[in-house]
């Protein structure tokens, strides 16, 4: 099992959550937090105990990404590995390194240092998901305070997707208005260097639960020219 767990650090980037191998082999090398599965707990089970163990944290849900198996990714035997990924505030946990791990650290996707086995394929792969995955998935509800600027949400998202996509302003903020998605509360914020007030909104989580039962998200962002 591996973990991607990305953290969102509101007006600075995307990270990635990475521990230092603490044993042969790539000892002293960067990687991804996981381990083997043990016989008797389920793949779920497996990247919790192992996420806990190797940094400390505590998730009740990552979302499974893909399976890996090219031979000759563990130098050790013949490894299919089951990843997982996750889109946090890394300010809401507390990381420590133990197990199998000497440090833990939160690194800029875009500064990475050299990963061990294959884990700079599945990074890109985990990057790539949740890049598509905000194209047609409203996300947010654990990276944003309850209340929150549409200039900020829009940010969020920009993080996300870097420069993959242009992103309309006004036709974003009307689709998730016409889904019911967010909805405006009666307060503003003083915006720092700024002289009126931003309006505030919140999600509705309510309206997400029922639309993503009904399976009717729109389409947010159009893709990128030559991508399917």
Same mark, same amino acid.
């Given at each position: 099992?591996?973990?991607?767990?990305?953290?969102?650090?509101?007006?600075?980037?995307?990270?990635?959550?990475?521990?230092?191998?603490?044993?042969?082999?790539?000892?002293?090398?960067?990687? %991804? &937090?996981?381990?083997?599965?043990r016989d008797?707990?389920? @793949? #779920?089970? /497996?990247?919790? *105990?192992?996420?806990?163990?190797?940094?400390?944290?505590?998730?009740?849900?990552?979302?499974?990404?893909y399976?890996?198996?090219?031979?000759g990714?563990?130098l050790?035997?013949?490894?299919v590995?089951?990843?997982?990924?996750?889109?946090?505030r890394?300010?809401?946990?507390?990381?420590?390194?133990?197990?199998?791990?000497?440090?833990?650290?939160?690194?800029?996707?875009?500064? %990475? &240092?050299?990963?061990?086995?294959?884990?700079?394929?599945? @990074? #890109?792969? /985990?990057?790539? *998901?949740?890049?598509?995955?905000?194209t047609?998935?409203?996300?947010?509800?654990?990276?944003?305070?309850?209340?929150?600027t549409?200039?900020?949400?829009?940010r969020?998202?920009?993080?996300?997707?870097?420069?993959?996509?242009?992103?309309?302003?006004?036709n974003?903020?009307?689709?998730?208005?016409?889904?019911g998605?967010?909805?405006?509360?009666?307060?503003?914020?003083?915006?720092?260097?700024?002289?009126?007030?931003?309006r505030?909104?919140?999600?509705?989580?309510?309206?997400?639960?029922?639309?993503?039962?009904?399976?009717?998200?729109?389409?947010?962002?159009?893709?990128?020219?030559?991508?399917?």
């Amino acid at each position: 099992m591996d973990a991607v767990v990305f953290g969102y650090h509101p007006g600075e980037g995307l990270s990635v959550l990475l521990v230092e191998r603490r044993f042969d082999p790539h000892q002293g090398m960067w990687a %991804l &937090p996981g381990g083997f599965v043990r016989d008797d707990e389920s @793949l #779920e089970a /497996a990247v919790q *105990r192992e996420l806990k163990e190797e940094t400390g944290i505590e998730m009740r849900y990552l979302e499974q990404l893909y399976t890996f198996g090219n031979p000759g990714r563990d130098l050790r035997r013949r490894v299919v590995s089951v990843a997982y990924f996750a889109l946090v505030r890394p300010e809401a946990f507390q990381i420590s390194a133990s197990s199998d791990a000497s440090d833990v650290r939160w690194f800029d996707v875009q500064k %990475l &240092p050299e990963l061990a086995f294959d884990h700079k394929n599945i @990074l #890109e792969t /985990a990057i790539e *998901r949740v890049r598509s995955k905000v194209t047609y998935e409203p996300i947010g509800f654990n990276l944003l305070e309850e209340k929150f600027t549409f200039a900020e949400l829009l940010r969020l998202y920009e993080t996300i997707l870097g420069d993959k996509r242009n992103i309309d302003r006004a036709n974003f903020k009307k689709k998730l208005k016409s889904l019911g998605l967010i909805e405006e509360v009666n307060e503003r914020r003083k915006q720092a260097g700024s002289g009126r007030p931003a309006r505030l909104y919140r999600f509705n989580l309510t309206q997400y639960a029922e639309k993503k039962a009904q399976g009717i998200f729109e389409v947010l962002f159009p893709q990128s020219p030559g991508k399917s």
